[in-house]
Every structure is written in structure tokens, then in C-alpha cells.
């Protein structure tokens, strides 16, 4: 899942992510076009196998009207004359029924045709036996010449003690060219016999059913439609590349509209994955105590060559597991508001991180940033207040940059406050920005902070020759002074050389650690256990 994420959030995938999102969408487009296609083909087979089916409809009504009729009607003595006449009667009917049979028990014993037969005809076992309330008995294909009609094969239909030979109609000969279709007769047992049309149809629509799948894939698609009693049903079949033969122009057009439309709904889906997962989006959702993680750079006293303390920097936790360092998300948090909360989290993690791993007696300081926005003695009190518990392991600093905005000069009251409880104030990134002389001199702060620039500068630089400079004014304003950036050996023996800084803070010592890796090198380079140390130059 993360890996997948890794993937939408990536700038170097987007192309990839489109490229896939168009096909997705024009492969979901395709699925819902021929699905349409499909059903309407569907309609137009079932609109087609009903009409094909009423002559076989109407023959039931004409067969069950005529059995009623004999019912009723046929009250005399079987096979006598009256019972004779009253059978030609029926039989003259329009209903294109002509032959009767008296046949009690499958015993024809006399017909319209043949008046009563010499000896009784016995029809044998019926192909179809319906069941239900009235139940029929169809004989199919019989040879009719025992009804002195030589050379016919018909289906004879009984209800009762009567029987009738049922003419077949003929299948219309209108159906649309791509619709194949066979006429079936079906028993409830599941027996069926071909009775016109198209054979094997069925047969293949059974197959089809049998190895199921879904029927949009199927090169073929079958309708079937039965009357309403069941016995008669039509299987239409069409063939799929017979339609898309047929129909090359839509089909071309469809793939267009397809492709515009998963073209344009790509772009939304896009978009909002975009939007979704932009990193801005994504690090408001997602900033809480889980995602929030510090990083602690030890600071080296110079004089005493001892590791007193460390400065918290901060780190947050994208949803791909990367850690994400502050120059992305710090001006957020300061965009959005959340520059209280997200301090609070900081000093949260922190404590939870030192607390659990300082072993016994180990003291240690530790310096925070804090946004120049923020500088109120009261909040900040609250926040840090688990560091500023009396006997405690912790000696807190706040370093706090100058803004165009916030000049220490105008905050001189919270600052004095804050190191009233025993926070010392540093300057950080002195020299750079908005930081001013005139400020160093009007604010009582404990420290300075000389900005990265100066010790990273490459030597006979102005600047490292600005940074003699800078290092001799805030000495000479009795400020604590740090160097951070410190990167060679060179740097480092031309500071202590210097004899005026008093902590230097930079790769060359360490970079940013983990609280384990910290623990380990305060361990190391620290202050023995119990001597507490003193932040003093
Ligand atoms: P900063 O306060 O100036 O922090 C020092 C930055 O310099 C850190 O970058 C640190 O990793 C880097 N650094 C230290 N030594 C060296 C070195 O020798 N060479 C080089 N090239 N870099 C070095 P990081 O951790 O990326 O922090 C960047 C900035 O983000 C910080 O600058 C600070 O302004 C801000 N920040 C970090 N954590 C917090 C926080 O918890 N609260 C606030 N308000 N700001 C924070
Ligand atoms: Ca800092
Ligand atoms: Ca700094």
C-alpha cells in the first residue's frame, strides 16, 4: 500500500500515473459502452423472439379454445352420428384446427377425417406430458396416414378423452439479419426436440450457459423466450463480430467518445489525486503526535572539549515512511496558523524521547526553536514546563530568530519573563536576516547564535573574515557565543584557536541523531553523571 502511495505522491511518476489513470478510465469507459451495446442488442432479440412467438401464442389459445369447445359441446355418445356432426362443427372453426380425434387413454376411436375407425388406433407413449390443471399430452411428428392423410407428419396435442392434430406456423421470415433462431418443443423433464429454424442453437446456448462467464465477453449472445405454457420457446442467437460488422461507423465513433471522455475524466481523477495528495494536503492531514519525530544535534563546549546538551530539530513522517526534513514543512505550519500546536508536539516528543532514555544522573541541555511569532512567556511556560521541573535533568534554551516582524527589542518583556523561570534566550542565525547590532546590544539575551553561513564559508571568504568580526562583537556584548556549521577540522582549531567562542555546533561533531544515537554520544562526550554543567563561557 505504501509502496503504491510512494508512487501517486512521486513528482518523477506523475506521467506514469496518468498514462495508467487514461487507461483505466478508457478501458471503464470501453466495458460501459459494450455493456450498452450488449443490453440494447439483448432488447432488440427478446422484442424479436416475441414477435417471432405469437403464432405459437396464439395456436395455444386456438388449441386450449378448442378443447373447451369439445368439452362443452361433445355431450352425446362418443363416435355416434350427432357426436360426428357436432365434431366436423368444431372443426370448421376459423381457428385453422381441422382435425378432432375422439381418443380416450391415447385410443384414437374415431376423427373428423376418418369417421370411426375400423379398429381403435393406439398413438403410444407421448413425447410431452404438461403438467398442471389441465394436463396435455403432445405427440410429435406423428405419421398422420391412419387419419387417411398419407404422407403428413404432425404433432397431435390430447386433453382429456380428445385429441387434435396441431398445424405448425411457420417461423417469420422478417427477423434483422445478424438474429439467428431456433424453434424448440421442451418437456418438464428437461427433453426437448428441434421443431424448426436454426438447429443446434439451443444446444449451443446451453453450452454457453454451462461454462458460464460473464456475458459481455461472449462472442455470442442467446435469447430465449418460451409461451405461456411452456412448451414452445424460441432461442435467438447473435454473433457479436457479425454486429460489430454491421456496425463499423458506431463502433468507430463509440472508440472516440471513449477515448475524449476517459481522456477527460483522467484529468479530474488526476487532479484530485493531485489535490488529495499533494504534500500540503497530505502533511495538514497527517501532522499529529505519530508523525512528528525529532532529531538532536549535539553542541560541543569548546573550552572544556565536553558535550553539554544538544539542539531539537524536528522531523516529520511522511505516509511513505520518508522523513521529511523541516525546510518543507516549516512554512506550513507557519501559513496555516499551526505554529503553537506544532511546537507543542516538538517538546512533547522530546521529553517522551529524553525522559525514556537519559539514564540516571545524566543532565543535559536542550535547545528548541521557537517560532519569533510565538515569544509569550505564558504559553511557552506551559508548553515547556515538564523541562523546567525543579531537580530535573533539563537546562532549557529557546532560540529564537529575528524578523522583519518580531525585533527582540519589542519582546524584551516576554524574554525577561521567560529567563525569569530559567529558560536561557539564544539569537539564532545571527548575522543573517533581519538580525541586527543595535538589537544585540538593546536585548538582554543569554547567547547568539551565528548563522551556518559564516563557519560553512570557505576560508580567506569574506565572510569567514566577517565571522572573526562577528564572534568579537558578541563576545564583546558577554554573550555566550555558538558557531554552528562547522564542518572541517581547519574551522575547528582556527575557533578554539580564536579563544572567544564557546560552543561550536556542526557536522564535524555530529550531525542531527536519532535519541538513541544521541544518548550514546552524550554518553560518550558528555559531563560525567551528577556534575551538572554550567552554560557559561
Ligand atoms: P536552524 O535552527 O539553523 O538549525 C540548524 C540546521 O542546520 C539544521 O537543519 C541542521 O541539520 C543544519 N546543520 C547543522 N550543522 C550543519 C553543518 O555542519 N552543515 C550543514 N550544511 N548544515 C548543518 P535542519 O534540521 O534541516 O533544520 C532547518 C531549520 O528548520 C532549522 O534551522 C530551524 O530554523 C527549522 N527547525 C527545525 N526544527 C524546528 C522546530 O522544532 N521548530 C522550529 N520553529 N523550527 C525548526
Ligand atoms: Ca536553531
Ligand atoms: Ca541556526
Known sequence: MSGFISILISSAHQKGVRLVLFLVTFGAMLALASWFIVEQVQQNMRQETARAL?????????????FDQMDAR???????????????????????????????????VC???????????????????????????????????????????????????????????????????WLEMELIVRASNGRWWHRGGQSGIYNESLEQARAGGFGL???????????????????????????????????AVTLVVCAVLAAWLSQQAHGFIARHWSFETRFLRRLGPDTIECVYQPLLHLKRDRIPGCEVLARWRDIDGTLVSPDRFIPLIEKHGLTQRFTTLVA?????????????????????????????????????????????????IFEIVETQEIQLETAQ??????????????????????????????????????????????NDSVLVRMLDHAIDMVSASDRIVVVEGVETQARLDALRANGKVDYVQGYLISRPLDIAGFIAFLSANGPKPTTRPRLVA
Not at 435469447?223 to 461507423?249: E, I, N, Q, Y
Open 54 to 66: 405469437t403464432g405459437y401464442e396464439q395456436l395455444r389459445v386456438n388449441v386450449l379454445g378448442t
Open 74 to 108: 361433445l355431450v352425446t355418445a362418443p363416435c355416434s352420428p350427432g357426436f360426428m356432426d357436432e365434431l366436423r362443427r368444431i372443426a370448421f372453426l376459423p381457428d385453422g384446427i381441422n382435425e378432432l380425434l375422439y381418443a380416450p387413454g391415447g385410443m384414437a
Open 111 to 177: 376423427s373428423v377425417n376418418s369417421g370411426l375407425f375400423t379398429q381403435p388406433v393406439d398413438l403410444g407413449a407421448a413425447e410431452v406430458v404438461t403438467q398442471g390443471p389441465h394436463q396435455m399430452a403432445f405427440w410429435l411428428d406423428r405419421d398422420l396416414s391412419f387419419l387417411r392423410l398419407e404422407g403428413l407428419t404432425a404433432s397431435i396435442a390430447q386433453r382429456g378423452s380428445f385429441a387434435l392434430v396441431v398445424p405448425t406456423p411457420p417461423l417469420p421470415t422478417t427477423t434483422p439479419r
Open 217 to 251: 465477453f461472449n462472442a455470442a449472445q442467446f435469447v430465449m423466450r418460451c409461451d405461456s405454457g411452456g412448451v414452445h420457446c424460441l432461442v435467438g442467437k447473435a454473433r457479436l463480430p457479425d454486429l460489430f460488422a454491421l456496425g463499423m461507423a458506431t463502433i
Open 348 to 396: 512533547d516528543r522530546a521529553h517522551k524521547d529524553l525522559t525514556q532514555h537519559l539514564k540516571p544522573g545524566q543532565r543535559v541541555h536542550v535547545s528548541f526553536n521557537i517560532f519569533p511569532r510565538d515569544l509569550q512567556a505564558e504559553p511557552l511556560l506551559t508548553t515547556f514546563a515538564p523541562f523546567l521541573a525543579p531537580g530535573g535533568p533539563f537546562s532549557l
Open 413 to 458: 518583556a516576554e524574554i525577561e519573563r521567560l529567563r525569569s523561570a530559567g529558560v536561557r534566550i539564544f539569537i539564532d542565525d545571527f548575522g543573517a536576516g533581519y538580525s541586527s547590532m543595535r538589537n544585540l546590544a538593546a536585548v538582554s539575551v543569554d547567547g547568539v547564535k551565528l548563522d551556518r553561513s559564516f563557519a560553512m564559508a570557505p
